[in-house]
């Protein structure tokens, strides 16, 4: 099997903020952002709800979409994550 690459966005609780990143393992990452394991950001604004991922079975183009999301509008974002999940659910559950 193929390895795979997330490209994911995670929010908090009111989604008033919007964390963009890169795992090849979207369950434990999602996992440790949730337990706040890792201090920084997505600990310091309580990031606990997974709202939008892409997979990318090349690392490279996975990276280049972070890039590309990172690098757009909050209101590109929340687009992004309207298209397939309006209602900010928690796509982790």
Do not use: C, W
């Amino acid at each position: 099997m193929p390895k795979q690459y997330f490209v994911y966005l995670m929010t908090n609780q009111r989604n008033t903020v919007i964390y963009t990143g890169i795992t090849d393992d979207l369950f434990r990452r999602t996992n440790e952002h949730k337990s706040k394991t890792i201090k920084g950001f997505t600990k310091k604004y309580n990031i606990n709800k997974l709202v939008h991922y892409e997979v990318f079975e090349n690392p490279q183009q996975a990276i280049l979409r972070e890039k590309q999301i990172k690098g757009g509008s909050r209101k590109k974002k929340i687009d992004l994550i309207k298209r397939n999940n309006p209602s900010f659910r928690d796509l982790s559950v």
